[in-house]
C-alpha cells in the first residue's frame, strides 16, 4: 500500500498563496498517479490536480493556471503550490494515490489511498 501524509495548510487572504506538501511512502508508489482531491463544506468532491509516474499534470478548470502540482522523488514528496487563492478554494485537500502510471483521474473515486487532509482557508 501507499502511505500518505500531507501538510501546509493554512489560512490565507484572497489573493495569497500557499504551498501544500505530502509525503509518499509505499511499495512501487513511484509508479502511482499522485493528485490532490479538495472538498469544501457542502461540496462535492473535487480532483483538482495530479501528476503521472512520468511527470504529466493534469488540472482541474476551476485551478488551471494557478495551481501547479509537482513531485520530487529523491524527497519522497508531492506539492501544490497554491497561487492567487480565492475564497472558493477554501476545502479540506487530500493527497491522494491511484494505481495507474499514465493518466490521472478526473473524479475522486478513481483513487485508491488517501492522506489525513490538511484544511486550507482562503478568507
Known amino acids: 500500500q501507499v502511505q500518505l501524509v500531507e501538510s501546509g495548510g493554512g489560512s490565507v487572504q484572497p489573493g495569497g498563496s500557499l504551498k501544500l506538501s505530502c509525503s509518499a511512502t509505499?511499495?512501487?508508489?513511484?509508479?502511482?498517479?499522485l493528485g490532490w482531491v479538495r472538498q469544501g463544506p457542502g461540496e462535492e468532491r473535487e480532483a483538482v490536480a495530479g501528476?503521472?509516474?512520468?511527470?504529466?499534470?493534469d488540472y482541474a478548470d476551476s485551478v488551471k493556471g494557478r495551481f501547479t502540482v509537482s513531485k520530487d522523488d529523491a524527497k519522497n514528496t508531492l506539492y501544490l503550490q497554491m497561487n492567487s487563492l480565492k475564497p472558493e478554494d477554501t476545502a479540506m485537500y487530500y493527497c491522494?494515490?491511484?494505481?495507474?502510471?499514465?493518466?490521472?483521474?478526473?473524479?475522486?473515486?478513481?483513487?485508491?489511498?488517501w492522506g489525513q487532509g490538511t484544511q486550507v482557508t482562503v478568507s
Open positions: 501528476i503521472s509516474s512520468i511527470g504529466d499534470t
Open positions: 491522494a494515490a491511484a494505481r495507474q502510471n499514465l493518466n490521472c483521474p478526473r473524479t475522486s473515486t478513481g483513487y485508491d489511498y
Open positions: 509505499g511499495y512501487n508508489y513511484r509508479s502511482y498517479c
